[in-house]
């Protein structure tokens, strides 16, 4: 009898476990259903809405298309860890440049991906990472990623043309053709 005594107590144990009510929140983490993708349409409402929201500097509004944990990869800068840290560097950058607008000029949809290339045209009027403000209208291009699930963004990637502004800023030089080798 003894020999068999662990292999008893192994075989309850396994009866046991599996004996065990299933309470509903460890089975509804193994089991929740995601949102559904957004339609291109949907998708491109959000968009419209997010750049109208940035337009008219409502960080409120901007927050709302955040999910809480959204993280924000710059391309300049730190990345944004929140909701809260993004609306607190768009505030950052909305006062350097206060009259800054976005137009979208493209947006591709793919699976719950929404890339957008937009135009940004401002006057920097304050200091913005070193860079004194200028009166110079500065016109530059970008690309953004948005990663959306439930209809909020949870993560989102911009490369913008910074160098091609800072250079309309005076900050750098313009390369001439006169100043350029030959290939």
């Given amino acids: 009898m003894q020999r068999f005594l662990p292999r008893l ?6 009866i ?7 309470s509903p929140s460890h089975a509804g983490a193994q089991e929740a259903t995601p949102c559904a993708p957004m339609s291109a349409d949907e998708a491109a409402a959000w968009i419209t809405g ?5 337009n008219a500097q409502d960080q409120e509004l ?5 999910s809480d944990d959204f993280i924000y990869h710059w391309g300049i ?3 944004a860890q929140g909701a809260d840290d993004f609306t607190t560097s768009m505030t950052a950058f909305m006062t350097a440049f206060p009259g800054l607008h976005t137009t979208v000029d493209q947006v591709w949809i793919a699976d719950d ?27 530059w291009t970008g690309i953004s990623v948005f990663r959306l699930e439930c209809g ?15 250079q309309q800023q005076g900050v750098l030089p313009v ?6 080798p030959e290939a």
Wanted: net charge negative.
């Fill in 16 to 22: 046991g476990l599996f004996a065990l009510p299933v």
């Fill in 9 to 14: 107590v192994l075989l309850g144990l396994l």
């Fill in 175 to 180: 390369a001439s053709p006169e100043s350029t």
């Fill in 77 to 79: 800068g730190i990345d």
């Fill in 62 to 66: 901007i927050a709302s298309f955040l």
């Fill in 113 to 139: 991906s929404v890339i957008v290339r937009w135009i940004n045209i401002g006057i920097q009027e304050v200091d913005y990472m070193g860079i004194p403000p200028s009166d110079q209208t500065v016109t």
């Fill in 50 to 54: 997010f750049y109208a929201a940035r």
């Fill in 152 to 166: 909020k963004a949870v993560e989102a990637w911009t490369e913008a043309d910074h160098f091609g502004r800072i």
